[in-house]
């Protein structure tokens, strides 16, 4: 974490807390300024600092206590900001009574750090999620994920940001500092007011507990005083269930510059925007032609959908206070991303969603609802698909998959996307009897990983599976290769300390398991000595060697095979 921007954030939170009363002229327009609650900011991560999961009492409203789910006592969670090529490492304590997790949204992580439901961390038990940051920046988020669990511990609170930074994006001139602004979107219910009891009702099962009370960083009412310049905004959609048409209450122009992975390849005027649920969008917005003492909102514009999707909502009123500048431009081009050719797949995977009546189960993906000791899809690891999405119901089912970043190809058909579908994506919106193609491709960590909705009710309903990305094949496999013998990739992979090594021999010979360096340079024999034929099964453990990708071999009667392994420590 760099600590200068720790000390942006914080002096900005600490000026949202003591923001003085200020006099303006009698303009009608300004009546509204400070009424409301000045946005807030979550602390952010401090290196060394661990993350404590439990229950709290937190001021939502002023003047009375909300009962949330926290990290460290805050909601939202404390703000966690690395850049590409750290190792990132946070001890999880959960204190409260329940299973959690911590899921990594959008994050290329290893399976057994991608906090999923299968490796949920027990109530009064720790552990260590640690993983190198290998992707570019952007604004990613993270939330619990356990069992049936998932839906109730984000509703009560349990979300944060995860925000990576790189030298790439500085190129830019994108606004810095105290212009550039995470916004967390979620609703909450009015009844409950100030609680954030979760009871959802057979309706709300069936269509995602969906809120009145729009919150912004936690913060309802929400207002945020800004200088007639240029900002960033990064919003990250951590409602339950709601999906956002956002626009400014004037109808102006603002530009999306960045999806769920990060910046896009060009600035893209527009003047709204759909979000659903785990769905992040990176935006610009020029507060200059506004003058001082009047104000502009942040809306959900309404819009037709089922239940009470697309109300008309007001999100977040900007206050303009001052004239400073950022500095920031909107600049024309942006990183270039290299798009995939649906040419190059190599295979078509359908995804059907669709709705029972009635009871758990209702939602479902081809028919399937989580199971999570089941593989439903091996997916082959470095290897262009297509997958389609074919929405058969009349509701919205924001579709994540875990492990990858992929891009989106089409909607009904239509390869003209709109800006918020052109660039990396891990959540895609696929709207009532709707079908999206995107181009998948797992580059990263094979692995049992997740495909599920990221409306939270429909996913604690079972609409998830489990996908097992294939481990990397004969990657170093020698041309000659004999065929009386084979060799396995290691499991764990990565690992720390210990794996497991197979491998089969169709005739009894002289073995031996040697470890090298990418570069060829032999670190160590494991085994060398007779086997017979049949499986063999090898534990291999290293403390002392540095995380990195290494070479086994295994050579038998003078032949060699080789696979790469990863150690990560
Ligand atoms: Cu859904």
Redesign the pocket.
């Known amino acids: 974490m760099k600590r200068r921007d720790f000390i942006i954030k914080s002096s900005l939170a600490g000026m949202a807390l003591v923001a003085l009363p200020k006099i303006y002229s009698q303009d009608s327009k300004i009546t509204k300024l400070q009424v409301g609650n000045p946005l807030r900011f979550p602390p952010e991560l401090q290196e060394g600092e661990s993350l404590k999961f439990n229950s709290a009492n937190v001021e939502v409203w002023p003047g009375t206590t909300t009962q949330v789910l926290a990290l460290n006592n805050s909601y939202p969670g404390p703000t966690i900001r690395v850049q590409k090529g750290d190792d990132f490492s946070v001890l999880f304590e959960n204190q409260f009574t329940e299973e959690a997790t911590i899921h990594w949204h959008g994050l290329l992580v290893p399976e057994l750090m991608d906090g999923q439901p299968k490796d949920a961390v027990q109530a009064g038990s720790n552990y260590t999620y640690s993983f190198p940051i290998i992707q570019r920046a952007g604004t990613y988020f993270y939330h619990s994920h356990a069992h049936h669990l998932t839906a109730k511990h984000v509703y009560k609170g349990y979300a944060g940001f995860f925000i990576i930074e790189d030298d790439d994006e500085l190129q830019y001139g994108l606004p810095t500092g105290a212009y550039d602004i995470p916004l967390l979107i979620q609703d909450r219910h009015s009844v409950y007011q100030p609680q954030f009891n979760y009871a959802p009702n057979m309706m709300d099962r069936m269509l995602?507990y969906l809120g009145d009370i729009p919150l912004v960083n936690g913060t309802p009412d929400a207002f945020f005083d800004v200088q007639k310049t240029l900002y960033r905004f990064r919003i990250v959609n951590g409602s339950n269930a709601r999906v956002y048409n956002f626009g400014f209450s004037d109808n102006s122009q603002f530009w999306i510059i960045g999806t769920d992975g990060g910046l896009k390849d060009e600035a893209v005027p527009v003047s709204n925007v759909f979000l659903s649920p785990g769905e992040r969008i990176e935006i610009l917005y020029d507060f200059s032609p506004i003058d001082i003492g009047n104000s502009v909102s942040l809306q959900s514009q309404a819009f037709s959908g089922i239940g009470n999707q697309g109300t008309l909502m007001d999100i977040l009123r900007f206050d303009i206070a001052g004239d400073s500048s950022s500095g920031g431009v909107v600049p024309q081009n942006l990183l270039p991303i290299d798009y995939y050719d649906i040419n190059d797949k190599t295979g078509t995977r359908t995804f059907t969603?669709s709705q029972a009546m009635m009871g758990t189960g209702m939602?479902r993906i081809n028919g399937l609802t989580y199971d999570m000791n089941r593989i439903d899809e091996v997916i082959p690891f470095n290897e262009l698909e297509e997958w389609k999405f074919i929405n058969s119901?009349n509701?919205?089912?924001?579709?994540h998959v875990h492990g990858v970043l992929f891009q989106i190809y089409s909607r009904n058909g239509n390869t003209t996307l709109a800006s918020n579908d052109k660039g990396w994506k891990d959540t895609v919106l696929v709207k009532p009897n709707e079908t999206v193609q995107a181009l998948v491709k797992f580059i990263d960590y094979s692995g049992t990983y997740l495909l599920h909705?990221?409306?939270l009710?429909?996913?604690d309903d079972g609409?998830m599976l489990n996908i097992k990305i294939d481990t990397p094949t004969n990657i170093e496999d020698e041309n000659t290769s004999p065929n009386n013998f084979e060799l396995y990739q290691n499991y764990p992979n990565p690992f720390n300390p210990s794996t497991t090594i197979k491998f089969k021999l169709t005739n009894a010979g002289f073995a031996t398991l040697t470890i090298f360096s990418l570069l060829g340079t032999k670190i160590e024999t494991i085994f060398a000595g007779n086997k017979s034929s049949g499986s063999h099964s090898i534990t291999y453990t290293n403390k002392s060697l540095a995380s990195g990708t290494y070479i086994y071999e295994l050579k038998v009667n003078g032949y060699a095979l080789r696979k790469k392994m990863i150690l990560l420590k």
Do not use: I, K, V
Request: proline share 6%; glycine share 6%; charged share 10%.
């Open positions: 995602g969603l939602h119901t509701n919205y089912h924001p579709m909705c990221h409306n009710e429909h996913e609409m």
